[in-house]
């Protein structure tokens, strides 16, 4: 069973509902669980909070694991094959021309850790046998000066199908996983009219 729902806000007044529906859809138990996968980003810093502490709850509950899978790996393993032995960038729109990116070889193994960059910097660097996907796939390609052939999706999600089989195949005693924000919040502490404890 397979439910998705692209939203901006409000992942905790849906997701339980959410996940519930589909679990009586399949005629599943909570039970029945044996390992549990949530996406652990890069992606919104709330979204990510939501999906991971659910995750963990359902993982106490029901004596299950939880494994992460990032966004990032699992659009890769959607395009292995596809690239035809090209290196493959994925990237993610941040805010502004930042991107959230990670580069695999053209086997589609990981190449180096995933980062935050800017578009420009990218595109500098970028050589014309390289391959793109995510949601910033076009405009580092555009910045780059190379043709839309070489962007491959510029779909900011992975197949939840490609996450559950990622998280299948992950081992069972991985550690838990925790977010990968790869740049700190917007939000920053209030630091006006605190008062300093001695």
């Known amino acids: 069973m397979r439910r998705t729902q692209v939203i901006g806000r ?3 007044e849906i997701l339980l509902d959410m996940i519930g529906e ?3 859809e399949a ?6 669980l044996d390992r549990i996968a949530v996406t652990n980003g890069p992606g ?5 909070r939501v999906g991971l502490s659910v995750a963990r709850g359902f993982a106490l509950v029901t004596h299950a694991p939880v494994v992460g899978v990032s966004t990032l790996d699992a659009i890769a393993d959607e395009l292995r094959g596809r690239s035809n032995g090209h290196p493959l960038l994925v990237t993610l729109s941040a805010r502004e021309n930042e991107v959230y990116v990670a ?3 053209g086997e589609g193994h990981a190449d180096g850790a995933a980062h935050v960059a800017l578009i420009e910097d990218l595109a500098a660097g970028l050589t014309p046998d390289y391959r793109l996907a995510g949601s910033a796939a076009p405009a580092i390609a555009a910045a780059a000066g190379l043709g839309a052939d070489v962007v491959l999706t510029a779909s900011a999600e992975a197949d939840i199908g490609t996450i559950a089989r990622l998280g299948l195949a992950a081992p069972a005693d991985a550690p838990a996983p925790v977010p990968l924000y790869l ?3 917007d939000a920053k502490p209030q630091t006006r009219g605190r008062i300093e404890r001695i």
């Open 183 to 185: 740049r700190p919040p």
């Open 103 to 105: 580069r695999f070889d």
């Open 44 to 48: 919104s810093f709330t979204g990510l």
């Open 22 to 24: 589909v679990m009586a």
């Open 10 to 12: 409000g992942h905790a």
């Open 27 to 32: 005629g599943f138990a909570f039970a029945d």
